[in-house]
């Protein structure tokens, strides 16, 4: 049996980007991230190191690493490699 995977549009930023602006230009981060990062909720929040990024979520801890991509779908964030990414993931044609 074949499948076709459902086209998606997911919001997403490279994690070396995500560290660069969250040290250099803070209103440069989507509004998605920034949202993390100020949450009043226990279990979420956001830490940037020089080299990664960790991001708490409700269903667990997320680590992506320069080169990486954070996307988040439908509500939930993950950490995709770069390979992977460029394999599934083409820019949204502009309107």
């Known amino acids: 049996m074949k499948f076709l995977r459902k086209a998606t549009v997911v919001e997403a930023i490279q994690v070396s980007e995500l560290i660069r602006c969250a040290g250099n230009d803070w209103k440069a981060l989507p509004e998605w991230?920034?949202?993390?990062?100020?949450?009043?909720?226990?279990?979420?929040?956001?830490?940037?190191?020089?080299?990664?990024?960790y991001i708490q979520t409700p269903r667990g801890r997320i680590t992506g690493d320069p080169g990486e991509w954070i996307v988040m779908k439908d509500g939930e964030i993950s950490s995709v490699k770069a390979d992977v990414f460029e394999k599934h993931y083409d820019p949204e044609p502009l309107p």
Request: hydrophobic letters at 35%; proline letters at 10%.
């Open 33 to 53: 991230i920034r949202a993390i990062y100020d949450s009043d909720e226990p279990k979420t929040g956001i830490v940037f190191t020089p080299d990664s990024v």
